[in-house]
């Protein structure tokens, strides 16, 4: 599946725009079931949606009936600075009325294969249908999530959730899998910045390399697939108005 890309000015330009999205998909599933089951991804560039998220959208947003989940963790305290679980707080979920019952962390402090099996638990029994939306990042090598070239997660085909050592990092990983990824209403991958422009144009040329680009792993089985860019990850000088290109999906 091609996703439906759309390429905006900048940063904010799109954090914005993610905003909109996160908060229509989450109107349209309580509406629908009562609650919005999103999972939000680590790194740099979801942090400028955080602040969106707690500066303007404090109201625009069911948070009570919003539970919180993680699309991968490092395998650290959520008091370290490197907690994705801890940078979502700090930015914007101790900033919203949500309610910390439905905030479901993965235990980046204990042993990774039985936080793993934990987090694969709770999301065979209570988010076994998928989540309503997920929040993507990739990096420079065409990762995403914790599903990095050449590691083991990248080949997993039952498991929801699994641990994951990354040899680049010499360090362990939680992370969901791609099966379960592909299970979700909706998938916005969001790609910032000049140095991803190499891989955002290898990664698009075809879906042929999945175990070297875990990217291209991410092909909603029945959900929407956006690519989220700003015009530097899209190798454009400056898109003017946000364009959308590649077809509609779903
Ligand atoms: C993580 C993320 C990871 C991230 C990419 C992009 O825990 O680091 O889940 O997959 O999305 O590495 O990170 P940046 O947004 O910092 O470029």
């Not at 900048?10 to 954090?15: D, M, S, V």
């Not at 009562?34 to 400028?48: C, E, H, I, K, M």
């Not at 042993?111 to 638990?121: F, K, N, V």
């Not at 590691?151 to 680049?168: I, S």
Request: glycine share 8%; net charge negative.
């Amino acid at each position: 599946m091609i996703p439906t890309i759309r390429v905006l000015a900048n940063g904010e330009e799109l954090a914005w725009q993610v905003a909109e999205r996160l908060a229509k998909a989450a109107e349209d599933a309580v509406v629908a079931t009562g609650r919005f089951a999103v999972a939000l991804s680590g790194g740099s560039t979801p942090q400028t949606l955080y602040r969106v998220l707690a500066k303007d959208f404090a109201t625009k947003v069911p948070w009570r009936q919003t539970h919180i989940l993680f699309v991968d963790e490092r395998c650290v305290p959520p008091e370290h600075a490197d907690s994705n679980f801890g940078a979502a707080c700090r930015l914007l979920l101790d900033h919203v009325d949500v309610d910390y019952q439905n905030v479901h962390r993965m235990a980046g402090e204990r042993e990774p294969a039985a936080a793993a099996q934990e987090y694969d638990r709770l999301l065979q029994e209570q988010f076994g249908a998928g989540m309503d939306l997920i929040l993507l990042g990739m990096g420079e090598d065409g990762h995403t999530a914790s599903l990095f070239p050449g590691t083991e997660a990248v080949q997993e085909q039952q498991r929801l959730c699994v641990a994951n050592y990354v040899p680049r990092l010499s360090a362990w990983r939680l992370t969901m899998t791609a099966r379960y990824i592909n299970r979700a209403f909706e998938v916005v991958a969001m790609i910032t910045g000049a140095a991803k422009a190499g891989m955002v144009d290898e990664a698009l040329a075809g879906m042929g390399a999945p175990a070297r680009l875990p990217i291209q792993l991410v092909q909603p089985t029945s959900g929407r697939f956006l690519w989220m860019m700003d015009a530097a990850a899209a190798g454009m000088d400056d898109p003017g108005e946000s364009d959308d290109v590649g077809m509609e999906d779903g």
